[in-house]
């Protein structure tokens, strides 16, 4: 074995073996200097010290007189790079190979051929570990025998995807997670982000990895990025792979409706657009819509349902009453946004029907799980008649609230009959100074004011001194 690695080097490699003795060296000065406990003294058959200068110019010589002095002398000198110099003792063995590890290594090999060490085959195998430039497939089968490896060698983007399709092609978790490590501390978030959308088992194992360590930020954002994904298609596959990923209850229950959601949409959306261009619906040709309802806030998806879509039955996907029940939306949100958009159509007898409710004898009464006055807001915002603001401003209790919002909206007649019902004739009389004295109000007041002096008449003068009449008894409708 020694005869074949002989003929291997040339004679020039003899001048480096002599640069590369005193980096050996070197480094065993280094090694007694760290232990100093080690206290026995390794010499040579000659009996000098192993390791000692006069071992390795002896060492030297005979390899040089073995390989022939005659050839020596017709091959011009080469220069070598400097040998290293001694590091002081402060200098710690590990930061020097950290620092000309190639190049010791290098040394080491060279030296260890030339003084015919019987172990130098595994010497060799261990600096080509090191040192070879392996392959993505070469790195990814070390990993999974567990030899050595570098991951830090794949710098470039296109080198570490490789590397990460390697290691999801072999099925091996270990090695998969272990790639991911190494990416998501040598690459940015978003970068990763946007590379793992494609990749649906490393994205799983990345996930796992991440609730491994407890980095529950980290997995919500990767989430919320993957939101902003514009292709339906792909969003929603990426959605559907997330329906089996370990997500906590309430976060299954959340990435369950996202998907629902988005199917729905795209359901919606191929059949809303093949009857508006066809022309079959009035409700387009009268409205025709502005955008996809695609990829929107499942309110948005609502007020579309009850705009193009109210009144269908509950079985369709489109149904207001559907969604409603699928996505559990409460009765206020949804009173609010159904309410939006049939005032926006100026469905006032949808509307109506929204608030009136009927008891088991046949009764109607109107109830709302938001207080009227607000009702009566969204109402005057939409445009709403005048019949319509007053209807629902005399379903507001609170007097004062009342009183104001009709004066906001011009309901006359809620003011009108809100001070005859409170019997305050002084703010009758001052409320008629505001009104025009052709206008029905003007009469209607007049008249309320002149049954109080009827009423006032029918008295006997001999028992008007005794009564009394408190305010919020007194009835002026007789």
């Known amino acids: 074995m020694w005869r074949e690695h002989k003929h291997v080097f040339s004679i020039s490699n003899v001048f480096k073996l002599k640069e590369s003795k005193r980096a050996v060296n070197s480094i065993r000065s280094l090694v007694e200097e760290e232990d100093e406990e080690d206290d026995v003294e390794k010499v040579s058959w000659s009996g000098e010290p192993v390791g000692s200068i006069s071992w390795s110019v002896k060492e030297t010589e005979s390899s040089i007189r073995s390989t022939g002095e005659v050839r020596d002398q017709s091959f011009p000198k080469i220069h070598t790079a400097p040998s290293l110099p001694k590091n002081s003792s402060g200098y710690s063995l590990s930061s020097l190979f950290k620092e000309h590890s190639e190049k010791l290594l290098t040394s080491l090999i060279l030296y260890l051929l030339d003084c015919r060490w019987s172990v130098h085959d595994d010497v060799i195998l261990l600096w080509q570990d090191y040192v070879s430039d392996w392959t993505p497939e070469e790195t990814v089968k070390r990993m999974q025998q567990g030899k050595v490896y570098s991951l830090e060698k794949f710098r470039s983007l296109q080198d570490k995807l490789l590397l990460l399709d390697e290691a999801v092609n072999a099925h091996d978790g270990n090695v998969i997670t272990a790639v991911l490590i190494y990416l998501k501390k040598s690459l940015s ?25 407890g980095e529950q930020k980290l997995l919500v954002e990767l989430f919320k990025d993957h939101l902003n994904v514009r292709d339906e298609n792909k969003r929603r596959d990426f959605l559907k792979n997330c329906l089996s990923f370990p997500f906590s209850p309430d976060d299954a229950t959340h990435v369950q409706d996202h998907y629902t959601l988005l199917e729905r949409q795209i359901i919606i959306e191929a059949n809303d657009k093949q009857v508006e261009s066809s022309g079959q619906a009035d409700i ?57 958009a049939r005032a926006k159509l100026k469905a006032w007898f949808d509307v109506d029907a929204l608030f009136t409710t009927k008891n088991w004898l046949g009764y ?15 109402l005057q915002k939409n445009n709403a ?27 006359h007649d809620v003011i009108i009959n809100t001070y005859r019902d409170l019997k305050d004739r002084q ?52």
């Open 189 to 213: 978030k978003e970068i990763l982000f946007r590379e793992l959308i494609t990749r649906e088992i490393a994205l799983r194992h990345y996930i796992h990895y991440l609730k491994e360590i």
């Open 284 to 340: 387009f040709k009268k409205y025709p819509r502005k955008a996809s309802i695609l990829n929107m806030p499942i309110i948005t998806t609502l007020y579309y349902s009850c705009f193009y879509h109210y009144g269908e039955s509950d079985g369709t996907f489109s149904s207001p009453a559907n969604i409603r029940k699928t996505f559990r939306i409460s009765d206020k949100q949804f009173l609010l946004t159904c309410l939006g």
């Open 364 to 378: 109607t009464k109107k109830r709302s799980p938001i207080g009227f006055h607000r009702i009566v807001d969204i």
């Open 385 to 411: 008649p005048v019949q319509v603001l007053q209807d629902y401003v005399n379903l507001v209790e609170d007097v004062e609230q009342k009183i104001s919002l009709a004066q906001k909206y011009k309901c």
């Open 427 to 478: 703010q009758l009389i001052v409320y008629r100074g505001k009104v025009e004295r052709s206008s029905s109000e003007y009469r209607k007041i007049e008249e309320i004011l002149s049954n109080s002096v009827r009423l006032w008449g029918e008295v006997s003068p001999r028992y008007r001194s005794r009564i009394c009449f408190p305010s919020s008894k007194l009835n002026l409708n007789h």
